[in-house]
Nanobody, 123 residues
Framework: QVQLVESGGGLVQPGGSLRLSCAASGTIVSIGAMGWYRQAPGKQRELVAAITSGSSTNYADSVKGRFTISRDNAKNTVYLQMNSLKPEDTAVYYC?????????????????WGQGTQVTVSS
């Protein structure tokens, strides 16, 4: 199986920046799309940004121009650079990825989620 581990969350003042990282590990054959989702208290989980294996990106309207998603395929890692943070960005941020991992019978499809990292924007 494939595990995702996030890091980089924390408390930041409005207007500040944070960089989230998510590293995938396991018997990975290939990773397709990688993305960041967030869930605020009392709200549904929503897509923040996604990036394909070819580095095409997609952003939620609420973060366009402020957040940047990128990936390092050699390290099986995806990043989310968050600038000009607002209180409404406060949420638990989750990493998601899909692709194929190695099993003795051959490659198997996976979709995995990280455990989540808290981002709090407050003065």
């Amino acid at each position: 199986q494939v595990q995702l581990v996030e890091s980089g969350g924390g408390l930041v003042q409005p207007g500040g920046s944070l960089r989230l990282s998510c590293a995938a590990s396991g018997t990975i054959v290939s990773i397709g799309a990688m993305g960041w989702y967030r869930q605020a208290p009392g709200k549904q989980r929503e897509l923040v940004a996604a990036i394909t294996s070819g580095s095409s990106t997609n952003y939620a309207d609420s973060v366009k121009g402020r957040f940047t998603i990128s990936r390092d395929n050699a390290k099986n890692t995806v990043y989310l650079q968050m600038n000009s943070l607002k209180p409404e960005d406060t949420a638990v941020y989750y990493c998601n990825a899909d692709g194929y991992y190695s099993e003795y019978v051959g490659p198997e499809y996976f979709e995995s989620w990280g455990q989540g990292t808290q981002v709090t924007v407050s003065s």
